[in-house]
């Protein structure tokens, strides 16, 4: 089987999970949910709660916060859904990752993602079209973010952008059309 | 006349309106716009009184903050320009409606608008492109008015995304090949 | 030769300028770089000097944060890519500019483009696609942009959205076509 990269970005809220999902669903086979989000509040258990109860409930589900390539060598089903690389790449900067360690670890999750002989589909978030934040680490992050999502879009084969949860293809073949 | 329903969406100031006017102007008959602003301050007065001054004089307007659904059943032109879903959802969180309320309302605001015969231009905010806000109330919004627009947008029979005054198409035909 | 004036917009480390730059090499010709950034703080000038050590050493680069129009009136290279209108806009507020005034300037900027004989790159960001901010200065900042971008976008011949550093056609013919 062919090595598939999927890069899925939107705002927050467009669906994007969902539609990830579908995308995923399509091959009928199992999925490995790779999630990045730690419940450190009752709103982030609620909004990981709410997202698994929308999940298949067959779906292997795996809980990596921080090493997402060791997470991504470790699947065995033939895709593999990481929601999100927004989340993973707040945790590393919280864990006291450098911009350049964040992003070595960007090259190396893609290579893990290549390696895998199935489809590896990244969601993630877009936080640049607002005004700029005031505070700096909100700017680092933001910055930080954009690196690791261009990257991932320029290593993919295909990408979508989600918008009121309908799709945009900035890659490859037009969703509408397979 | 056959139900129609078009979703307009956008950022602040990205021309959506305008683009929601002239696409509703096309048909060459009246309009009903039906404004959900509320002018609390000057500032907002401001704002609609420069709206107005840029619609047609004899488009006949009306201002419903809340009850949208019974407003929408009311309009007795063909065609009905809604401006916009994120004010109203707005107006609906400060009034008290909680979000399944708000949500129970926007599913009787679609079957409002799919009962009319003509076409309900229903247009909206993007507000969820920017990084994650410092309150709570903030982040509650930008949950609710996320699956307000995916429910309309699913619903919608056309789809547009406004950037820099210029479309892109989410559903339905291109804007440009009419 | 002809003029032309493109326009590029996108979110806050989207791969804007970079596509804008390879948009620019392409002729095989000098690039003006007309630069509008001013270095106030560390934090800028690291923004500053890394976008530098990203282009060609041997495009000339002019600074102009205010007189925009003048400074393109000089450029002697067959193209010029100015970058970017979002910080031409915060400048002149920042300079005491009245929003009419930053309009009319706007429009002077398109004269000179227009004017020239050959292609204007024009890069800026998007703004308004995040919850309302706080402070007025902000809001009168995301309005006054939206407005400078709608009429920049509306006398481009060509206009791109640039998301994670891949892009969607937003009016003229799709990049990936050349």
């Known amino acids: 089987m062919k090595s598939r990269i999927v890069f899925v970005t939107g705002g927050a809220r467009s669906g994007k999970s969902a539609f ?3 995308y995923a669903a399509r091959s009928g086979q ?3 949910y790779l999630a990045t989000a730690q419940a450190f509040d009752e709103e982030m258990k609620d909004r990981i709660s709410r997202h698994r109860s929308e999940r298949p409930a067959d779906w ?3 809980e990596e916060p921080l090493d997402v390539p ?5 699947v065995s089903t033939p895709t593999v859904l990481l929601d999100c690389l927004s989340l993973w790449a707040s945790n590393l900067m919280f864990a006291g990752h450098s911009d350049d360690g964040i992003l070595a670890q960007t090259t190396q999750l893609l290579e893990a993602a290549r390696a895998r002989p199935g489809t590896t589909i990244l ?4 936080v640049g079209f607002g005004i700029v934040p005031d505070n700096a680490l909100a700017r680092r992050y933001r910055d930080v973010l954009g690196w690791v999502n261009q990257r991932c879009a320029a290593a993919s084969d295909e990408a979508y952008l989600v918008v009121s949860g309908l799709t945009l293809t900035l890659k490859g073949t037009p969703y509408d059309h397979f």
């Open 123 to 126: 969601v993630t978030n877009e």
């Open 20 to 22: 990830a999902e579908r």
């Open 60 to 62: 292997p589900t795996r």
């Open 70 to 74: 060791a997470a991504l060598n470790a």
């Open 30 to 32: 199992l999925v490995t």
